[in-house]
């Protein structure tokens, strides 16, 4: 007669213990992978939003596009890479894309303390200075991070794009030199410009 009695279940491995110490470090490498993560999304998005300069139908069998194909008047993307020259929709994509690199990445490692002598202000993005350098910043990065540019790239982002921007983004007379100058006063206001002031005058 066979034994129909229930059988205890096997006992199953042993739990997975990790550290404090090394789940903070699992943290770190987990906030700067999203962080990397963010970014590619953010390349891979604009890379597949960009137009094909080059139509399937006028490329050759090897690939080459035919003589007169590229020319000035076929090309249908933006005329400057420039930030404040594109349009309203490609500006709000633009400006988009470069928010998350500026939250996820340039702010977390390079923002430093604010202070009046290092102004900040959290609505940059309202400020057409801050716009136009962070967004040179940003395509610099992109280039100088890349493995094309070779091992001194980043070296060579840093001397001549970061901290030349950061000198003049956050200086006391700079873009936002009325906002922000303690964290615990935040504060925003966009400084008049010579173009604002002439208008004012015209009749």
Sequence with gaps: MSDTSPTAPAPGPEPFR?????LDDLASILAKTVAEVRQHGVI??????????VPAADRQADGTAEAGAAGPEKTDG?????????????????????????????????????????PWCAQWHEHPEAVARLHALWLAWQQLTDTEAGLAGPSTWHRDHLDQALV???????????????PTRPNHRVLATPASEQSGVMT
């Design 168 to 182: 003049h983004l956050r200086a006391p007379d700079g873009p936002f030199a009325a906002c922000t100058t303690s």
């Design 78 to 118: 933006p005329a400057s890479v420039f930030i404040l020259a594109l349009g309203a929709e490609a500006y709000a994509v633009e400006l988009a894309a470069l928010s998350d690199w500026v939250n996820y990445l340039l702010l977390p490692v390079y923002g430093r303390e604010i202070s009046t002598t290092r």
């Design 44 to 53: 891979l998005d604009r890379l597949g939003s960009e137009p094909d300069p």
């Design 18 to 22: 990790v550290s404090d110490g090394d």
